[in-house]
Nanobody, 116 residues
Framework: QVQLVESGGGLVQAGGSLRLSCAVSGSIFSIKALGWYRQAPGNQRELVATINSGGSTNYADSVKGRFTISRDNAKNVVYLQMNSLKPEDTAVYYC??????????WGQGTQVTVSS
C-alpha cells in the first residue's frame, strides 16, 4: 500500500515562510508525479505545484515566484517551500501521489493559516 503523510503546516504572519513536507511510503519505485494541492473553506481543491519523475515542475500562477516544490529521492519526501505568504494562501494543503501501478493517493492534509 501507499501512504503520504504531510507535515509542516501552521500559523504564520503575512510575508513569512513555511516549508511543508510529504513523506511517501509504499510503492515508491512507481512514482509518476507528486504534487501539492490546497483547499480553502468554500472553495474547490486546486493545484499548487507538481513535480514529475523527471524533475519537471509546474506551478499555479498564483504561487509562481513564491513557492518552490522539490523532492528528495533518497528520503522519499516532497517539499513545498512557501515564501512571501499571503492571507489568501490560507488553506488545507494536501499532498498527492500519482503512481504507475497504484494510481492516485492523497495525504490527510495540513492546515496553513496566514494572518494579515
Amino acid at each position: 500500500q501507499v501512504q503520504l503523510v504531510e507535515s509542516g503546516g501552521g500559523l504564520v504572519q503575512a510575508g513569512g515562510s513555511l516549508r511543508l513536507s510529504c513523506a511517501v511510503s509504499g510503492s515508491i519505485f512507481s512514482i509518476k508525479a507528486l504534487g501539492w494541492y490546497r483547499q480553502a473553506p468554500g472553495n474547490q481543491r486546486e493545484l499548487v505545484a507538481t513535480i514529475n519523475s523527471g524533475g519537471s515542475t509546474n506551478y499555479a500562477d498564483s504561487v509562481k515566484g513564491r513557492f518552490t516544490i522539490s523532492r528528495d529521492n533518497a528520503k522519499n519526501v516532497v517539499y513545498l517551500q512557501m515564501n512571501s505568504l499571503k492571507p489568501e494562501d490560507t488553506a488545507v494543503y494536501y499532498c498527492k501521489g500519482d503512481f504507475y501501478i497504484h494510481g492516485l493517493y492523497w495525504g490527510q492534509g495540513t492546515q496553513v493559516t496566514v494572518s494579515s
